[in-house]
T-cell receptor
């Protein structure tokens, strides 16, 4: 599992509330990513980070913000959750050698009611 | 046209046969290609990577890359029921080295 944990693993929240998901890695990887996965859409990149305090947007970044104040932690925040943000969220890190593949955490299932 | 295309399946293959999964991509400058396996309710797991034309073998898995045809495939020999999963193709190079673009996946079922 490349030393990646995500918390919480499951969350149910109400529309309009803020939500923060945490990704924690133990192997000092530079690149970290947040994806969402929805039926029919596959994995879509929300935001990614290429170092402490260095982040950039992905293809579905609207309604999401991220922060990375330490190498090991990458936080995803939904400022005001909407039902369209009900999804499974995966964090990933990029390997440092070879073809530079990405390795995924266990995921967080978020339901916005 | 989607950037990375896969047949969604389901693809059904008898146990012991060869399963063949295909992926096409639109950007000719794509550099590296990956296959992920995802069991229902679990996270994607990287199983193969390839960046040179030709074949790369790892156990029962073979990845094949043809850059001229913009085509990458995954062959699974001696298919087992435990191979039943969704297989995701991913490509690097469309937006640069730091991002991957994923296909929507092919669901594979191995029939005992």
């Amino acid at each position: 599992d490349a030393g990646i944990t995500q918390s919480p693993r499951h969350k149910v929240t109400e529309t309009g509330t803020p939500v923060t998901l945490r990704c924690h890695q133990t192997e000092n990887h530079r690149y970290m990513y947040w994806y969402r996965q929805d039926p029919g859409h596959g994995l879509r990149l929300i935001h990614y980070s290429y170092g402490v305090k260095d982040t950039d947007k992905g293809e579905v970044s609207d309604g999401y913000s991220v922060s990375r104040s330490k190498t090991e932690d990458f936080l995803l925040t939904l400022e005001s959750a909407t039902s369209s943000q009900t999804s499974v969220y995966f964090c990933a890190i990029r390997g440092e050698q070879g073809a530079l593949g990405q390795y995924f955490g266990p995921g967080t299932r978020l339901t916005v009611t | 046209q989607k950037e990375v295309e896969q047949n969604s399946g389901p693809l059904s293959v008898p146990e012991g046969a060869i399963a063949s999964l295909n992926c096409t991509y639109s950007d000719r400058v794509s550099q590296s290609f990956f296959w992920y396996r995802q069991y229902s309710g679990k996270s994607p797991e990287l199983i193969m990577s390839i960046y040179s034309n030709g074949d790369k073998e790892d156990g029962r898995f073979t990845a094949q890359l043809n850059k001229a045809s913009q085509y990458v495939s995954l062959l699974i020999r001696d298919s087992q029921p435990s191979d039943s999963a969704t297989y995701l193709c991913a490509v690097r190079g469309i937006f640069g080295n730091e991002k991957l673009t994923f296909g929507t996946g092919t669901r594979l079922t191995i029939i005992p």
